[in-house]
């Protein structure tokens, strides 16, 4: 799968997930040409999200729901991901 493709793979999922009022998926792959873990082929990217579904959750329990709603994917597609993950009443970080 392209990069391209990861990147709409991860929004879908994250939208039917979480419903967002804010959602950006960067793909930062290049960043990363001739790290070990690029080598594989996977991909490196930032999720910055905002959705009522963080409220009240801390950092590790929206990563670990953002990482759940991937799935597969985090085993198939992605080397790294960078998770900004905020409930809409709270402040940028």
Known sequence: MSN?????????????EFSPSFLEVEDESHAHVGHAGAAGGLGHFRVRIVAPA????SRLARHQRIYASLGELMRTEVHALTIEARAPDEGSS
């Not at 391209?4 to 039917?16: N, Q, T």
């Not at 963080?54 to 959750?57: C, S, T």
């Open 4 to 16: 391209g493709r990861r990147v709409e793979a991860i929004r879908r999922r994250l939208r039917e």
């Open 54 to 57: 963080f409220k009240g959750l």
